[in-house]
Every structure is written in structure tokens, then in C-alpha cells.
């Protein structure tokens, strides 16, 4: 059973930082791949940022040069470093996996497996 807990959301002022940790486990984490996916209220999901099995990352162009995406597989943890922060960040952020390969889709990339999610608040 493949289950994903995110932890590291909360509330920082806009031009601040956060960090976000997922720990996954029910899968080879080594092998697949993770990303970030946020939704806020009354917008369309967008995909964050993406690292495959071999460490390469990709970003929307709207986190680019701000956010961050790592992992560590020792410990089957996932991260987003998210700095200079804007108020359009706030959202629901969600720690996302594909066993194997993710495709890129409308939005972003194709994800089979998501968290619980944890909330990013970001004020003016």
C-alpha cells in the first residue's frame, strides 16, 4: 500500500521561506518518480515540480528560480525548499509519486499516487 505523509506547510509572510518533506514508503522509492502538485480554492491544479529516478527536475515556470525540488532515497524523503514566497503561493501542496515514469500532462505531470496534502499560507 503505497502512502505518501507531507509535512512542513504553515503560515510565513510574503519574501519568506518553507520547506516541505514527504515520506513515502509501499513502493521502490528509488525508482520512481516524485513530485509537488498545489491547488488553491477555486483554481486549477498545477503541477510544482517533478524529479524523475535519475535526479533530473523540472518546474512551472511560475516557481522557477524559487522553489527547490530534492530527494533523498536512504530515507525515502521527498522536499520542496520554497523560498521568496508570494502571496499567489498559497495553496493546498500535495507530495505526489509514479512507481515508474510520470508523463507530462495538461498541468503539469501525471502523478498515480498522492498525500494527504499540507497547507502553505502565504500573507502580504
Do not use: H
Not at 21 to 49: D, F, H, L, N
Amino acid at each position: 500500500q503505497v502512502q505518501l505523509v507531507e509535512s512542513g506547510g504553515g503560515s510565513v509572510q510574503s519574501g519568506g521561506s518553507l520547506r516541505l518533506s514527504c515520506v513515502g514508503s509501499g513502493y521502490t522509492y528509488s525508482s520512481a518518480c516524485m513530485g509537488w502538485i498545489r491547488q488553491a480554492p477555486g483554481k486549477e491544479r498545477e503541477g510544482v515540480a517533478v524529479i524523475k529516478s535519475d535526479g533530473s527536475t523540472d518546474y512551472a515556470d511560475s516557481v522557477k528560480g524559487r522553489f527547490t525540488v530534492s530527494r533523498d532515497n536512504a530515507n525515502n524523503t521527498l522536499y520542496l525548499e520554497m523560498n521568496s514566497l508570494k502571496p499567489e503561493d498559497t495553496a493546498m501542496y500535495y507530495c505526489a509519486a509514479e512507481p515508474d515514469s510520470c508523463d507530462e500532462i495538461k498541468g503539469g505531470w501525471y502523478f498515480g499516487y498522492w498525500g494527504q496534502g499540507t497547507q502553505v499560507i502565504v500573507s502580504s
